[in-house]
């Protein structure tokens, strides 16, 4: 099974900053890494495919990047509606698996 | 649009069998790989089961292999979690998600269900 490490755990950023979240596999996933927004009591939301395409309807401020192990997700400019906690995952293999999630908390 | 609504939860005793239900609309049902996702109070999302588009492939995490069956109603637009022997550690609020294959992102997600393993 591919095990994901996301880092940090948790992050509390002021408006306006650039946030970095990283994510790294276990072994080499190529580009089938995915990351997604969950909002409290709500369900997940793609973000990212496909480890740097963008999706429609997501805000531009969203961006990501990498390939191989390590995977980049980068949000200029945080705004309020940011704080969440995100995670990514990968389909390279079955199991799919998940990063254990970043929270973001907007100070 | 995509719709993904799941039902089914609920409290259920250790040992006892629920079954969940996911309904579809706004898309080609049958194009589509389909999956369940758990949740555990507080925690992180865990990836249960998935099924092709035509059923004719399941694929299961090694934590509910032989206690759980994904299946699907493509008549019906409907899939559907079978859960027998069920433990707390099962306590989880359950996501149905939508893939182009079984091995791609989740592309759309339900709201959840919430089940809970309790005596």
């Known amino acids: 099974e591919i095990v994901l490490t996301q880092s940090p755990d948790f992050q509390s950023v002021t408006p306006k900053e650039k946030v970095t979240i990283t994510c790294r596999a276990s072994q080499s996933i190529g580009n089938t890494l995915h990351w997604s927004q969950q909002k409290p009591g709500q369900s997940p939301k793609l973000l990212i495919n496909y480890a740097s395409q963008s999706i429609s309807g997501v805000p531009s401020r969203f961006s990501a990047s990498g390939s191989g192990t390590d995977f980049t997700l980068t949000i200029n400019s945080l705004e309020a509606e940011d704080a969440a906690t995100y995670y990514c995952?990968?389909?390279?293999?079955?199991?799919?698996?998940f990063g254990q999630g970043t929270r973001l908390e907007i100070k | 649009q995509v719709q993904l609504v799941e039902s089914g939860g609920g409290v259920v005793q250790p040992g006892r069998s629920l079954r969940l239900s996911c309904a579809a609309s706004?898309?080609?049902?049958?194009?589509?790989?389909l999956h369940w996702v758990r949740q555990a109070p507080g925690n992180g999302l865990e990836w249960v089961a998935v099924i092709s588009y035509d059923g004719s492939n399941e694929y299961y995490a090694d934590s509910v292999k032989g206690r759980y069956t994904i299946s699907r109603d493509n008549s019906r637009n409907t899939l559907y979690l079978q859960m027998n022997s069920l433990r707390a550690e099962d306590t989880a609020v359950y996501f149905c998600a939508r893939s182009t294959t079984v091995t791609t992102s989740f592309d759309y997600w339900g709201q959840g269900t919430l089940v809970t393993v309790s005596s």
């Open positions: 706004g898309f080609t049902f049958t194009s589509y790989a």
């Open positions: 995952h990968q389909s390279r293999n079955l199991p799919i698996t």
